[in-house]
């Protein structure tokens, strides 16, 4: 059997054709929640992976996101890229990440940063952490400090360059 009689028996229908477009459309951007918050950043000292100290309290004047990731995440992996692009962009307008690995070995948090050349900050994740921002359910998960240290969003899943620019522009712009 020729592979041209085998194409002639696989029409898919237009309704087969929409179902793989919106598999393939959540596979790359999949749904996110964003919740408007008002609350306090809470008080958090921590050491990233290239060994330097980082206290929350001490960006304030900086819009920060805090993202909990995990090298064996696909939309953390996925939203990675994005977020490193972003960082370079914004930062000398006043704007940090701070990533926390959630992962078990500090050596697979290295070799995703290392092999991907990202340089925002990245710490490994204490239970306290995640407890600090009310809890961490899943990954992704990413908060959006403004200048004050308030925390303005909370977004579960995946960030990409267009909504991480609608959500800190503004804030940006206080």
């Known amino acids: 059997m020729n592979w ?7 029409r898919p229908d237009w ?3 929409v179902l ?3 598999i393939v459309y959540v596979w790359f ?12 950043a809470p008080s958090l000292e921590t050491v990233t992976l290239n060994g330097e100290a980082i206290n929350l309290q001490d960006l304030r004047g900086q819009v920060v996101l ?11 992996r996925h939203e990675m890229p994005d977020m490193e692009r972003f960082y370079r ?14 992962d078990e070995n500090e050596s697979d948090a290295r070799s995703v940063m290392a092999k991907e050349g ?10 306290s952490d995640s407890a600090a921002f009310g809890g961490v359910s899943r990954l992704p998960t990413s908060f959006i400090i403004d200048k004050r240290g308030i925390i303005r969003h909370k977004i579960s ?3 990409y360059y267009a909504r991480l620019q609608s959500l800190v522009e503004p804030l940006l712009k206080e």
């Open 4 to 10: 041209r009689n085998i194409l002639k028996r696989f």
């Open 15 to 17: 309704l087969s054709l």
């Open 20 to 22: 793989i477009a919106l």
């Open 29 to 40: 951007r999949p749904p996110a929640w964003v919740s408007e918050l008002k609350q306090p």
């Open 66 to 76: 805090v993202n909990f990731w995990a090298s064996w995440c696909p939309y953390c």
């Open 89 to 102: 962009d914004y930062r000398k307008r006043g704007f940090t990440i701070l990533a926390f690995s959630t």
């Open 118 to 127: 990202y340089t925002f900050p990245a710490a490994m994740s204490r239970s």
């Open 157 to 159: 899943g995946q960030m």
